[in-house]
T-cell receptor
């Protein structure tokens, strides 16, 4: 199956800073999804991207679907303590089975 | 509008036993997918059910089986449990097989 490479693996930032993380694939995806997962909980969908070049915002979060269809970026502006968690990128493979990246662990210091 | 629900929340079993996990999809969704998430890793696709049939399957042995009911709810069964089956089991639902998937809170399975 396809593999998604997500970076960085972890980030330690100060409250108020902006955050940027990305996801790359060796193959083309037609949809990119970004999820956030808190400890012991299921992933929560943050942003869904359906079109190459698309830029979509959800509050302080902005994500972009790369024009090559092989990458996507997630930015968080003015981080706050509740942004702490693991962020996953995911894409549907073979129709609808989601392939996930390994996640970016975000820590925000107040 | 209820989201995806799963039961039980936690489960402890011993090697060799069998387990059944349950999932109710989000209202309006007819497709259920199951994922296994080991500690520190991203979720891994197990299988997907639509119209009461298994439509896609990931790289999991036959010990993992499932079922979907007419009301779209689903069960995941795991037989002959191994220590390595300890994980968070996630259910996701979507409107159709290609729709965006929404996840439940998961069931934490511990095999001793």
């Amino acid at each position: 199956g396809q593999q998604l490479n997500q970076s960085p693996q972890s980030m330690f930032i100060q409250e108020g800073e902006d955050v940027s993380m990305n996801c790359t694939s060796s193959s083309i995806f037609n949809t990119w999804l970004w999820y956030k997962q808190d400890p012991g909980e299921g992933p929560v969908l943050l942003i869904a991207l359906y079109k190459a070049g698309e830029l979509t915002s959800n509050g302080r979060l902005t994500a972009q679907f790369g024009i090559t269809r092989k990458d996507s970026f997630l930015n968080i502006s003015a981080s706050i303590p509740s942004d702490v968690g693991i962020y996953f990128c995911a894409g549907p493979e073979g129709g609808s089975r989601l392939t996930f990246g390994e996640g970016t662990q975000l820590t925000v210091n107040p | 509008d209820a989201g995806v629900t799963q039961s039980p929340t936690h489960l402890i079993k011993t090697r060799g036993q069998q387990v059944t996990l349950r999932c109710s999809p989000k209202s309006g969704h007819d497709t259920v997918s199951w994922y296994q998430q080991a500690l520190g890793q991203g979720p891994q696709f197990i299988f997907q059910y639509y119209e009461e049939e298994e439509r896609q399957r990931g790289n999991f042995p036959d010990r993992f089986s499932g079922h979907q009911f007419p009301n779209y709810s689903s069960e995941l069964n795991v037989n002959a449990l191994l220590l390595g089956d300890s994980a968070l089991y996630l259910c996701a639902s979507s409107p159709g097989t290609s729709g965006t998937q929404f996840f439940g809170p998961g069931t934490r399975l511990t095999v001793l």
